[in-house]
């Protein structure tokens, strides 16, 4: 037969559970954060190399380029 003790002793143990999931949660949010933070980082050294590629391509090109794409002399 169920009873209010047996119904509260079933409360503490989902009660339980809920902090453990919400610990959980909390912990898989930092880790997102981290691995959002080391992927940001990861493309922009990605980007770098890609930067330093164009710079030897450059100097060993005789022709002069400009940092602005499609320039107009016109205003």
Not at 21 to 30: L, Q, T
Not at 48 to 72: G, H, K, M, R
């Amino acid at each position: 037969m169920i009873d209010i003790e047996k119904i509260n002793e079933r409360k503490e143990v989902i009660a339980k559970d809920i902090e453990n999931v919400r610990a959980r949660i909390a912990e898989y949010d930092k880790g997102k954060e981290r691995d959002t933070a080391l992927l940001n980082a990861l493309i922009g050294a990605f980007q770098q190399c890609d930067a330093f590629i164009q710079e030897l391509d450059d100097d060993t090109s005789p022709e002069e380029t400009s940092d602005v794409e499609n320039s107009s002399e016109e205003d």
